[in-house]
């Protein structure tokens, strides 16, 4: 059974920093891509970065420069690294990856920056 659980959400001042973890089982975790994605209240669910099987990265434009996605396939976990945060990076933000054309999704954690 694939699992996503998120972690390392909360409350931060703007041009603080957090670091959100998603621990993964039920995967061969090495072989596949992870992605951050978010959602703001009353809004779409948005990208936000990808790391690759080889450690290539995609970041939203909004984020560049400020956040970073890296991953430990030793302990089958994804980071996402926030700097420099906004009071727009307010949002629920989900782990997520694809396995043979099925979504999996963690539950979330809520950011929130205070401005």
């Known amino acids: 059974q694939v699992q996503l659980v998120e972690s390392g959400g909360g409350l931060v001042q703007a041009g603080g920093s957090l670091r959100l973890s998603c621990a993964a089982s039920g995967i061969i975790f090495s072989l596949r891509s992870l992605e951050w994605s978010r959602q703001a209240p009353g809004k779409q669910r948005e990208l936000v970065a990808t790391?690759?099987?080889?450690?290539?990265?995609n970041y939203a434009d909004s984020v560049k420069g400020r956040f970073t996605i890296s991953r430990d396939n030793a302990k089958n976990t994804v980071y996402l690294q926030m700097n420099s945060l906004k009071p727009e990076d307010t949002a629920v933000y989900f782990c997520?990856?694809?396995?043979?054309?099925?979504?999996?999704w963690g539950q979330g954690t809520q950011v929130t920056v205070s401005s």
């Open positions: 997520h990856t694809q396995i043979f054309g099925r979504d999996y």
């Open positions: 790391i690759t099987p080889g450690g290539s990265t």
